[in-house]
Nanobody, 123 residues
Framework: QVQLVESGGGLVQAGGSLRLACVVS????????MGWFRQAPGKQRELVAA???????NYADSVKGRFTISRDNAKNTLFLQMNSLKPEDTATYYC?????????????????WGQGTQVTVSS
């Protein structure tokens, strides 16, 4: 059974940085398309960034130039480097995966999910 475990969330001041990590159990991580989603209270879960096994990436317009998604296939780990954080980035961040080679943009297209990690950005 594949499991996703996120870490790295916390409280940071506006303008600061955080790095999220997601460790994925299983032997086929390198072929998974992976994504980071976030969900704020009262809002829908939205894609932040996605990356294919071949390292093609896609970002939400709101985070372009500030966030970077990457992966270390040797360590079965997905990362999200978040810089220049804003209060509107406050949300629970989820790691998601799908055993496919394409980029996917909506939560319903992913079938593997982590438990989430809270990111809070103070003004």
């Amino acid at each position: 059974q594949v499991q996703l475990v996120e870490s790295g969330g916390g409280l940071v001041q506006a303008g600061g940085s955080l790095r999220l990590a997601c460790v994925v159990s299983g032997r086929t991580f390198s072929s998974y398309t992976m994504g980071w989603f976030r969900q704020a209270p009262g809002k829908q879960r939205e894609l932040v960034a996605a990356i294919t096994g071949g390292a093609r990436t896609n970002y939400a317009d709101s985070v372009k130039g500030r966030f970077t998604i990457s992966r270390d296939n040797a360590k079965n780990t997905l990362f999200l480097q978040m810089n220049s954080l804003k209060p509107e980035d406050t949300a629970t961040y989820y790691c998601a995966g799908r055993s496919s080679g394409s980029l996917y943009y909506t939560a319903r297209e992913y079938d593997l999910w982590g438990q989430g990690t809270q990111v809070t950005v103070s003004s």
